[in-house]
């Protein structure tokens, strides 16, 4: 996770997390983020991801999907989650500021998804 975040500019946050549970098992970031916050960021992967593919999404903002993956946007952020396929519970969540190039940052994302998952 650390490298994700060294990689890519503007992000806060990268995480690795299990859509089952909705928990972040693994992540890294620009500065000190608590337990309570990243506990959210899977909740929120997980409420993203099961609404994947439907018209309604979380009300705190816009969301795009992209394939199997989803930016959700808020009025202060974007939050990224990537994952390589539709039957995996491994994502990648990635929250960055507004400046952020958000192409570059879902193709890591999905890269390094797929690379977690391994071989189908």
Known sequence: MQRFLDDSPNLEVAAFGDLSSGLIL???SSTLVPREVLNLLG???AECMAFLGRQHLAPAGGSADIGNSIIH???EKCE???RGSAASNDVICAVCDGSAGLKPLMRKALALSNQIAGPE
């Open 26 to 28: 693994s992540s890294a």
């Open 43 to 45: 909740e929120k992967a």
């Open 80 to 82: 990224v989650f990537a």
């Open 73 to 75: 946007f808020t009025e």
